[in-house]
C-alpha cells in the first residue's frame, strides 16, 4: 500500500464528472475545495459528485474543505490578469469594489492605508510581485512596483503590519464552515492560524456528536511558527501551508522549517500535509527566483 497519500485541489477545470473520475484513477487520495474561492453550493454539489464516484471507483477518498481564514486578498481584475512592470507606479485602492488593471488594485483590507508606511514593502501575486510604499493619499496607498509580473484576480496579499490586526475567523469562514459541516466532509484546512486558541475556537463550534472534520491548522504564519507545539497539539493532522509561508518568511528558510514541522507532527503522531508549488517548476520556464518546492 501507497502510505503518502496524494492531496489535489479542484477548481472549475477540474470539477466535471469526467476529469474528476481520472483524477481520482491517478491516485488522488483526498480531494481539496478551496473555500476561498466560489460558492458553497458548488462546493458541496462538487463534494457529493467526489463521493459518489469514489464509490462507483470503489475507492476511499477524502474531502478536505480549506478554510479562507483571514488571508488578506487584492481584488478583482479586469480579464483575470494584468502584467506589472517594474519601475512603474501603482496604487492599491481603498474602495472595495472597483475592477483593478494595471494601475490600481482593490484589497480585501478595508483599513488598507492606516497598515502601510513609505518604504514599506507590499506583496502581491501570492509574493510574486514586489511593491514599495510610497505614500498614502486618504484610502489609496501609492506605491512604486520593485518587481513586476502578472496579476490574476484575487490572488493573496502580504502587507506585513496588517497581519496581527485581522480578525481571526470571518463571515465567509462561517459559512464555510457550515457547508463542511452539512456535507460532513473529513478534514477542515484551518488558514492562517496563528495560536492553539485558533485551532480550539473551531472545535468548539463542531457538533457535539456524530460525524465530525479533523480539523488541519496551516502553518502559514510567522506567529504559527513560534507557536508550533501548541498548535500540533491543539490538531488533528497539520499542514505545511509553503506558499504563504514562503511569503511571510523569506522563501529560503521554508525547506528547513518544512522538515522541521514534519519531524515535530511525526514525533507526536499527526499526519502532515506538504502543499503548494509541488509541480511549479513543470508549469512555468524560465525560474526568474526559486519556488517554494526548491
Ligand atoms: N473553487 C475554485 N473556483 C475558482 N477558482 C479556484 C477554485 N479553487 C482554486 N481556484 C483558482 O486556483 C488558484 C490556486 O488555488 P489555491 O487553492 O492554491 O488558492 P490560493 O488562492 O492560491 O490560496 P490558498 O491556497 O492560500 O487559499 C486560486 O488562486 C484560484 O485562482
Ligand atoms: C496551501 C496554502 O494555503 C499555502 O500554501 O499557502
Request: net charge positive; with cysteine; hydrophobic share 45%.
Amino acid at each position: 500500500m501507497r502510505r503518502t497519500k496524494i492531496v489535489a485541489t479542484i477548481g472549475p477545470a477540474t470539477a466535471t464528472p469526467n476529469a474528476l473520475r481520472r483524477l481520482l484513477e491517478a491516485g488522488v487520495d483526498v480531494v481539496r475545495l478551496n473555500a476561498a474561492h466560489s460558492d458553497m453550493k458548488t462546493h458541496s454539489n462538487n463534494a457529493r459528485l467526489v463521493r459518489e464516484l469514489a464509490s462507483e471507483l470503489g475507492r476511499s477518498v477524502g474531502i478536505l474543505v480549506d478554510m479562507p481564514g483571514p488571508k488578506i486578498r487584492s481584488g478583482l481584475v479586469a480579464n483575470d490578469e494584468v502584467e506589472l512592470e517594474s519601475g512603474q507606479e501603482f496604487v492599491l485602492s481603498g474602495l472595495e469594489d472597483s475592477i483593478g488593471d494595471a494601475q490600481h488594485v482593490s484589497t480585501t483590507l478595508p483599513d488598507l492605508a492606516q497598515w502601510a508606511r513609505p518604504g514599506d514593502e507590499v506583496y502581491l501575486a501570492d509574493g510574486a510581485i514586489v511593491l514599495r510604499v510610497l505614500e498614502s493619499i486618504g484610502k489609496d496607498v501609492r506605491t512604486e512596483v520593485l518587481r513586476g509580473g502578472p496579476l490574476r484576480s484575487r490572488k493573496g496579499m502580504h502587507l506585513p503590519r496588517a497581519e496581527a490586526h485581522v480578525e481571526p475567523f470571518t463571515a465567509r469562514d462561517a459559512l464555510a464552515l457550515e457547508m463542511a459541516i452539512a456535507a460532513k466532509v473529513d478534514f477542515l484546512g484551518l488558514s492562517f492560524v496563528r495560536r492553539a486558541e485558533d485551532v480550539e475556537r473551531v472545535r468548539a463550534m463542531l457538533p457535539k456528536r456524530g460525524m465530525r472534520p479533523a480539523l488541519v491548522p496551516k502553518i502559514e504564519t510567522a506567529a504559527a511558527i513560534d507557536n508550533l507545539a501548541g498548535i500540533i497539539e491543539a490538531a488533528d493532522a497539520v499542514m505545511v501551508a509553503r506558499g504563504d509561508l514562503g511569503i511571510q518568511m523569506p522563501a529560503r528558510r521554508v525547506p528547513l522549517l518544512q522538515k522541521e514541522i514534519i519531524r515535530a507532527c511525526n514525533m507526536a503522531g499527526k499526519p502532515v500535509i506538504t502543499a503548494t508549488q509541488m509541480l511549479e517548476s513543470m508549469t512555468r520556464s524560465p525560474l526568474t527566483h526559486p519556488r517554494r518546492s526548491q
